[in-house]
């Protein structure tokens, strides 16, 4: 069957026809279909990546940068190619401003050690919102117990969103750094990240995107958005788990010291000490997770066989129906604003707990996230101490959000 959702630069999106192309979207849960809603947390993955992994292990697999021998060439070329495409992905201006990472986490972890080490001095402050994930409060605050660091949070307004004015007061003479989800994992929000850095630009203070949630789900373009670094899994977005990226401007990360120390990231070592290889490889020490790094490059291609403009304008009108049906269920609480959001849903029903309702919905082949999401900080402004979550990706259809529905329906009877 053909589902058509209306939206602006999708005419005929064949939902159906992408859905074959995703092996594990069709298999039976507790005797019902598979409607994987738990997206936000990790996607499933086409058959292009999963053949590009296969194809890596059976043909190419050897070690990256060290051989001279074919296959060693092979697996060179593979990864090399995908730091490429994934770079092009997000309109880079250079592959070798492309760290890979084993995910957001890593990549903001990366960053904290290496920009704090290198630039960051006692009584410095950075800005987090107040909806950041662990990865991007945690790294700040072991920084904070290194270095002497202030560690600021820039709080929402009600309904999810930031206000400028808010953060232009809590910038101070010491402010250097602004670190910020782009997309909130919980509340679906989706942050002005550009006016941030615009307004940052002005008073020389560098800004971090966490781009896990939007990279996936829309076009993202680095020199557009303005920022200095842009941190992204592969994993939520099509490519294999263990798989991420730190985009940084050239000429910072020039500057900062390396985070790990080991094989392939030095130019030279002497008894007295080391110097260190170019960009990018100065922060990729050890052997990489080349499979990996192949088989996002098949997700990246994936996705531009069907256009990221094309998935962001169908998830949005996605989005969309999902929130208007939910709404219209009485007891459903939304959190999170209705417009200018991604496709995460969090959400409580009435006299139900989480927990209880995310294993119910399980029974019937929904698969939903429950939790604090790894953003207490969030949990405690929202005075939850979890919620339920929905998630759409660019597969899910409107049959499924229909049947979604309907289960909340039943599980408000049930208990
Ligand atoms: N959020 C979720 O269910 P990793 O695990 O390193 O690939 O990504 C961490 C991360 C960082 N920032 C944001 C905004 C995220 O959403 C995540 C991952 C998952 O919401 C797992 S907790």
């Known amino acids: 069957m053909k589902e058509t959702l209306d939206a602006p630069s999708v005419k005929a999106w064949d939902v159906q026809k992408i859905r074959e192309d995703f092996p594990s979207l069709h298999q039976q849960v507790h005797g019902r279909p598979l409607v994987y809603l738990d997206n936000a947390a990790t996607t499933q993955k ?12 059976e043909h190419d697999n050897a070690n990256v940068h060290r051989g001279l021998h074919a296959l060693a060439e092979r ?32 990549s903001l972890n990366l960053l904290a050690y290496a920009y704090g080490s290198s630039f960051l001095t006692s009584g410095d402050e950075v800005i987090l919102t107040e909806m950041e994930h662990h990865s991007n409060i945690v790294p700040w605050f072991l920084m904070r117990d290194m270095l002497g660091i202030r560690v600021r949070f820039w709080e929402m307004e009600e309904g999810g969103v930031l206000d400028l004015n808010r953060l232009n007061d809590l910038i101070t003479p010491r402010t250097r750094l602004i670190s910020m989800t782009h997309m909130s994992n919980v509340l679906g929000t989706r942050n ?16 971090i995107v966490d781009g896990a949630q939007s990279v996936p789900s829309m ?35 020039k500057e900062m010291r390396p985070f790990m120390g080991g094989g392939e990231m030095i130019a030279h070592v002497s008894k007295e000490g080391a110097t260190w290889a170019g960009l990018p490889h100065k922060f990729e020490a050890g052997t990489p997770h080349i499979a990996g790094a192949i088989g996002w490059g098949a997700a990246v291609d994936y996705i531009e066989t069907i256009g990221m403009e094309a998935i962001h304008a169908y998830e949005q ?11 219209a269920l009485e007891d459903v609480t939304l959190f999170g604003p209705t417009e200018n959001r991604g496709p995460a849903v969090s959400f409580k029903l009435r006299g139900v707990h989480p927990f209880d309702l995310t294993q119910f919905l399980d029974q019937l082949g929904v698969a939903i996230r429950v939790g604090h999401h790894c953003a207490e900080p969030l949990m405690h402004r929202l005075g939850e101490s ?26 408000r009877d049930f208990f």
């Open 386 to 411: 979890a919620t339920a979550r929905a998630s759409l990706y660019y597969y899910n259809t409107r049959e499924e959000v229909d049947i979604f529905v309907d289960a909340l329906r039943r599980a």
């Open 317 to 327: 009108a996605l989005t969309a129906y999902l929130l208007q049906q939910m709404s």
């Open 75 to 106: 697996a060179t070329a593979g990864f090399e190619a995908a730091r490429e495409k994934v770079a092009a992905l997000i309109h880079a201006p250079s592959s070798h401003e492309l760290i890979f990472t084993r995910g957001t986490s890593e």
């Open 192 to 207: 002005p990240v550009e006016q941030v850095c615009a307004l940052a630009r002005d008073k020389n203070i560098r800004v």
């Open 46 to 57: 086409p058959r292009r990546v999963i053949d590009a992994l296969r194809h890596y292990y």
């Open 219 to 253: 076009p993202v373009d680095v020199g557009a958005l303005g920022c200095d670094f842009l941190a992204f899994s592969a994993h939520k977005m099509g490519g294999p788990t263990g798989m991420g990226a730190l985009w940084g401007r050239e000429e910072i990360l």
